[in-house]
């Protein structure tokens, strides 16, 4: 393998493109956001992330070479996110990149967006690390808009679901409480800049699944009781505490996420723990983490914020530990929505 990868990122919506070396320094990774476009309708169109991921890949995948200073003759790897995500946005990335490795010659490796999150920490300057330096096995917990899972992983490319969400992910629960509150989108990012002025032990919303040994996680009866409480205020006329009601939900949610994560440490023997994916950039997620961890006999581990959110690094640091696709399959892959990584 050639001493560059390209990575190659557009699961929902964010046009991204990465250059990295083969021992995983960064040097190029830049992000086209949606987030203006859609914030009008309060939420992701498919459809316009589509059309946006096809107008920007190309200059967004130049800007990257042109920031490594590399040219697409020195990439002897190119790495793109093949699933979970919005169908017609991952066509558009995994297409360009199938064309790309056509042109230039070099290897092909489709990439699972999950374990993107779950070795990001692994890059160089991958990671924050209070409680001294990551080991493997580790716990790493993903949780974003659309997945919150736990994964032991053993090494890189070996991994073992030890938790899934059985019907909400914590950060579609972040964006419909912070439609509640009439926050705009993205709700998590409000929510989190909102709960800072808030009461965090003022509202005793519930915590789901509170069973040592269960490792899912359920979201939706949590969402739904702050709706209620939201909606009881409304009825009877009474003044609605949003500060209290973000901060209350916030910390219900990250007791949740850091109880299940500290949990499935100690089921499986392991000491160190990474939190991973958009919803691992939530100031208090992270605090908690960094005062719990220790408490807990474990050393926890917080994904640098700009490697939480998507993005093409991820993929072309996972893309380090994947076979390359043989031709016969660079020409038949196609994206996939939605699955657990195994």
Request: aromatic share 4%; net charge neutral; glycine share 12%.
């Amino acid at each position: 393998m050639s001493d560059y990868l390209l990575g190659i990122e557009s699961s929902c919506d964010e046009t991204a493109a990465a250059v990295i070396t083969a021992d995983g320094k960064i040097l190029a990774n830049v992000i086209s956001s949606q987030i203006p476009l859609h914030a009008r309708y309060g939420g992701v169109i498919p459809e316009l992330a589509s059309r946006n991921h096809l107008m920007s890949v190309s200059a967004v995948v130049r800007q990257a070479l042109s920031e490594a200073g590399v040219s697409l003759g020195d990439v002897g790897r190119i790495a793109a996110t093949r699933g979970p995500g919005l169908l017609g946005a991952l066509m558009v990335g995994l297409q360009f990149a199938k064309g790309l490795a056509m042109q230039s010659g070099a290897e092909l490796v489709a990439v699972h967006h999950v374990e993107g999150h779950i070795t990001a920490i692994l890059l160089e300057e991958g990671g924050e690390h209070p409680h001294g330096p990551l080991t493997f096995p580790y716990v790493a917990l993903a949780v974003s808009g659309g997945h919150t899972s736990l994964y032991l992983v053993s090494a890189p490319g070996r991994y073992r679901v030890l938790g899934v969400t059985l019907d909400d992910a914590a950060g579609e629960a972040f964006d419909k409480v912070a439609r509640v509150l009439g926050l705009p989108y993205p709700g998590g990012v409000e929510i989190d800049r909102l709960a800072r002025q808030g009461d965090v032990g003022a509202i005793a919303f519930p915590r789901p699944l509170k069973g040592k040994q269960n490792l899912d996680f359920s979201f939706s009866g949590l969402k739904t009781a702050v709706k209620l409480y939201h909606d009881n205020l409304t009825a009877a006329g009474q003044p609605i505490p949003a500060a209290d009601i973000a901060a209350s939900f916030q910390e219900a949610v990250v007791d949740v996420l850091l109880r299940k994560s500290f949990a499935a440490a100690h089921l499986n023997g392991v000491q160190d723990v990474v939190i991973s994916g958009g919803v691992a950039a939530n100031s208090r997620l992270r605090t908690r983490m960094t005062e719990l961890a220790p408490q807990a006999g474990l050393k926890g581990h917080l994904t640098r914020p700009i490697l939480c959110t998507d993005n093409a690094a991820m993929i072309a640091g996972a893309g380090r530990f994947n076979l390359p696709l043989e031709r016969a399959a660079r020409l038949s892959i196609e994206p996939f929505a939605s699955g657990q990584l195994v």
